[in-house]
């Protein structure tokens, strides 16, 4: 049992330094004709000699049987329960564009799509038109303007992009536009609560405006937008953990998402090996590090049990060196499980690997699904990594007396 | 930590199977001079071979140090919290002798007993009349009317029948009528709530011309009542999880319970061999299957390892069968334990198997008690069992974004 209200009430500052690395998906299933998963295949003698020296376990994301996105799964490991606080989908989308988004921002996603002459949808995705027209027609809207509202555009990849209302008063209580059906035409953006009114009534003015600025730009002659979303109310780490976190993440999704919990962003390149090198330049600088390895998620998702078996070896040559900073803490695990086998996320609890000089050690010299769940923390609640982060850097004080 | 509000929400219907196999009572104890128990005594190398390529865990019915009814543990693995939805004793009972309630029918558990002349209990057994002494009885019984409400009886063994009052407004929320002492008399039917009144009132008549009827009739002279209910009000599982379930159980009270879910109860026989032939015939007709083995159950309340031993070899003979079906996920384990060296049911959570596809396989070629708590999922609650199985069978979609 995980109890975070606890966990804040008895966190206090030391100069104790904990270092967190998720390795993205890096939970997988045995793979066919091969028989062990990516974290077994890999030839791993850091971590395989860290576990022997570590606590092991299994980190169940969200619930037993759910399968995560990577926000639920990363508010968990960051100490938030993710059934509380539910990232919308267009803050996440904004964030994966590296967008900045500020406390009455409203994000959504939007597709440009087809509409005929009377203004029925006939392709939601416009044909999944070039990236660079995309690029073209974001650039030209971002001329359209609607009074009271600042309209921040960011093109994505095909017909995809993003869209943040920023301005006061503002609510992210919308329905999408998307009737999610050809045949139909985009709906009103709907307010859901009386406070989203003034916010439906400068989004409906902006769609009838692009509407008109598109008119001659088939097939991507109207916009949808779904997934409205302010940002989330959480309390920073520092507030709710009294820590000074940072993260070091090569891709935006990850630093928008620990942007979200107040941790200050360092500048990183996309490598392993840049991370790494940012973790050592800034290590006096903060107590608590978020280290995110991308690739082996996005191998998980291609199927590529060899590229993932890759990312893993790699990372593990770079472990020695972040013992060498003498962490007081490192915690490596996954957000969530992505087996090749499955080329998707999945509910399969993740490997974790918990190192200090107060844990108590596993004794087995091997890092891998198998061994974790015979490991001492058992099967448990991502939400609990960071309350065993906090314990293990001796940042928690006692309960009661 | 199983969150089944998220797994109804997040259920989708798909062409795939699950057979969920519940061993009534499998778990237990190493019996006395065998040292080991009687899953682990038994010879069953189809259900060890499975294990091998299976995920294996203990499941907890209820909570720790709880033993628990047939009825909570079954609803625990049907996907319903026990706790929030409790079945009562009269319901529970009517399900046992096979009546069908309906949404406004109250059951309530009665005994025959003896009064003396002043009306105070002497008995509250009635010398536990023998059986065809209690159908004769009953058989009179029903001749007595009261207006408003129709009576349905069924006799039970010796001293025990149930009875059904079935009309319109009527409501379970009555108090016991049996004081539960000698010495004492019959209490009235007293409703807890203002509701409640109309349907005391007319069990209070009924019980007074009972009386009247059964007054030459020493030693079952008067009735007493306890256990008043009617159906709880649980969702149907095609409702919750979008599944077309059907139950082969050859005992009342566990098709009763099926169809308090909502599954549709295929015909069949008694034994095994039978529910395996049923389970054949209709395996095209839906896509979730609640097979049900009694009998080890009944010889471990009995105390008797040797006849456990044997339906647990009984049901493993036809383990390849089931496989032959080729569900996408097959679980074995059973509702709770009874372990013969208590002769009843008992707290200790039980051996749970399940296999797919897309599970991490335990890789140990042993289906029992030790094995499983080493089993990588774990001590986990048996109402993760259908969330488990709706993941394996790939039932439900991503959480968040």
Redesign the interface.
């Known amino acids: 049992m995980v109890n975070i209200q606890l966990v804040r009430n008895l966190s206090q500052k030391t100069d104790t330094k904990i270092v967190m690395v998720v390795v993205d998906g890096i939970g997988g299933?045995?793979y066919p004709g091969i028989g062990r998963?990516a974290l077994e295949e890999a030839n791993t003698p850091n971590l395989d000699n860290l576990a022997a020296i570590s606590s092991c376990g299994?980190a169940?994301p969200?619930?037993?049987?759910?399968?995560?996105?990577?926000?639920?799964?990363h508010l968990a490991l960051f100490g938030y329960d993710?059934?509380k606080h539910?990232?919308g989908?267009g803050v996440?989308?904004a964030l994966g564009v590296g967008l900045k988004l500020g406390p009455s921002d409203v994000a959504a996603r939007g597709n440009f799509c087809t509409v005929d002459d009377s203004g029925v949808i006939t392709d939601r995705r416009a044909g999944r038109i070039p990236t660079e027209e995309n690029q073209r027609l974001i650039e030209a809207l971002r001329s359209v303007t609607v009074e009271g509202v600042e309209v921040i555009l960011e093109p994505g990849k095909f017909h995809r992009f993003v869209v943040v209302f920023r301005g006061d008063g503002l609510s992210g209580e919308l329905d999408d536009t998307d009737p999610q059906h050809v045949g139909e035409r985009p709906k009103d953006a709907a307010a859901r609560t009386p406070e989203a009114a003034y916010t439906a009534g400068l989004v409906n003015q902006w769609i009838a405006k692009v509407k008109k600025a598109l008119r001659n730009e088939y097939p991507a002659n109207m916009v949808l937008l779904r997934?409205f979303a302010g940002l989330p109310k959480i309390p920073s780490m520092s507030q709710a953990f009294k820590l000074t976190p940072a993260a070091i993440a090569g891709y935006p999704m990850y630093r928008g998402l620990a942007r979200l919990v107040g941790m200050e962003i360092l500048e990183t390149g996309s490598d392993i090996k840049d991370e790494i090198e940012t973790l050592k330049a800034h290590f006096g600088e903060h107590d608590f590090f978020y280290v995110h390895v991308k690739d082996t998620d996005s191998s998980g998702e291609d199927g590529d049990l060899r590229r993932k078996v890759e990312v893993i070896q790699e990372f593990d040559s770079h472990v020695p060196s972040i013992l060498d900073l003498e962490p007081d803490v490192l915690i490596v695990t996954g957000d969530h499980s992505t087996p090749a086998?499955?080329k998707g996320?999945?509910?399969?609890p993740v490997p974790f690997l918990i190192y200090s000089q107060w844990v108590r050690p596993q004794g087995v010299r091997e890092f891998g699904?198998?061994m974790c769940?015979?490991g001492n923390l058992?099967?448990f609640?991502s939400l609990g990594a960071l309350p065993l982060a906090l314990a293990h850097a001796l940042k928690l004080g006692k309960f009661g007396a």
């Open positions: 299933l045995p998963t299994l169940e969200v619930a037993l049987g759910i399968t995560p996105g990577s926000g639920p799964s993710p059934l539910e990232i989908r996440l989308e997934g086998k499955m996320h999945s509910w399969h699904e198998s769940a015979k058992g099967v609640p």
